[in-house]
């Protein structure tokens, strides 16, 4: 494939891929819904070569996610952290800056917030919670700066240094949990079990649902606004969009970037002050399964919409609850659930793209240069 010309089409053999200009919400969920259902039927195949039921296996990761209240509940308690690290995606992505962290940044914030809480005792608990947030999100923020600072002054690619600070942050949080963090007399990596009075509130009874579902929310609708109603939403937008012509009017593009990954990072430190205070109670290496990377997933598939973002985030939660299930009645082995859940990963993002691109044929006496004669769009 040649050289992408423009923003919008690529030279292939004869053939331009162009990006449509406009794509409805009902056609993004229309193909959202067709791959869903092709990836269940090749995910079918796979559960029968295991000896499993497909029908089985489909109606319980169902029942499991979404099948009575409770599941439900407990798929709201799963998208939350889920929610919050694709929020920290959409800000991050349409700055053009490729965030690969949000696992690193919520073990770095869930990592802050601990040490808020043992470093100042004494306070009374609702002033020491909201320094524990505080301290929460500045971690996610300060460990995620670090890349921005070095690409802005030292152009290292923040792919890497993102994708290195995941790994970086869960030796440094292991080594801490080996240590001085661990539960006395305790043979496993973990602080001792928080005081009750610690605990987030319930917003259901007898549900694992805490306030931070709420919060996650309203942090979508606050991240929208940003985007779309704020001079700093502006200037994001622009730096991702072009940033030759955003430095031409004025923006500072390293600021902007710095103050993007700011906001990415304590968006995902919440998420992991959520965990450690809402759902786990305890600090430990698995905090997180993996929420962090999920949320890069939901960030595209809602087109890095904050508020699309909110029901794509419910119905990976629900994947990942029902997942639990479908391997306790089918009694398939996990690492088929795994794969299970990337095919519907995979089919879903294929068909966004699908849906955001055209294949049309090349115009005859078209240049075959192809850095010239077509004009971006976007």
Request: proline fraction near 3%; charged fraction near 10%.
């Amino acid at each position: 494939m040649s050289k992408p010309y423009g923003k919008t089409a690529w030279n292939f053999r004869g053939y331009r891929i162009v990006k449509r200009e406009l794509v409805g919400a009902w056609t993004r969920v229309l193909a959202a819904g067709i791959a869903l259902l092709a990836s269940l039927l090749v995910s079918a195949l796979l559960v029968d070569l295991a000896g499993g039921s497909a029908w089985d296996a489909f109606v319980s990761l169902i029942q499991g996610g979404f099948g009575d209240w409770g599941t439900f509940l407990e798929t709201l308690v799963k998208s939350t952290p889920i929610l919050l690290t694709a929020l920290a995606a959409i800000v991050a992505y349409r700055a053009k800056l490729w965030n690969i962290g949000m696992e690193g940044q919520l073990f770095a914030g869930a990592t802050t917030a601990y040490l808020a809480y043992v470093a100042l005792p004494g306070l009374p608990v609702w002033l020491h919670l909201i320094i524990i947030a505080i301290a929460g999100c500045l971690g996610g923020a300060l460990w995620a700066v670090i890349a921005a600072l070095l690409k802005a002054y030292f152009n290292v690619d923040e792919i890497i240094t993102t994708v290195m600070q995941n790994y970086i942050i869960t030796y440094l949080l292991a080594l801490l949990l080996s240590s001085v963090w661990r539960e006395q007399g305790s043979i496993y990596r973990q602080t001792p079990q928080l005081p009750a009075a610690y605990h987030w509130p319930f917003l259901w009874p007898n549900s694992r649902l805490h306030i931070g579902f709420a919060l996650a929310v309203l942090a979508a609708f606050l991240v929208w606004y940003l985007l779309q109603k704020t001079p700093l939403g502006y200037e994001i937008r622009s730096v991702g969009f072009n940033s030759l012509a955003s430095r031409f009017k004025g923006i500072s593009i390293h600021g902007t970037w710095i103050v993007t990954m700011l906001i990415s990072g304590a968006l995902a430190g919440f998420a992991g002050v959520g965990e450690l205070f809402g759902v786990q109670h305890r600090l430990r290496m698995d905090l997180s399964t993996g929420y962090g990377f999920i949320g890069i997933i939901v960030a595209m598939l809602s087109g890095l919409d904050p508020l699309l973002a909110v029901p794509v985030s419910i119905f990976f939660g629900g994947l990942l609850n029902g997942a639990i299930l479908m391997q306790i009645i089918t009694k398939v082995p996990t690492a088929l659930i795994e794969v299970v859940e990337a095919i519907i990963l995979v089919f879903l993002l294929v068909s966004q793209v699908l849906v955001s691109y055209k294949i049309l044929p090349k115009s005859r006496g078209e240049s075959r240069d192809v850095t010239a004669g077509v004009q971006s769009h976007e």
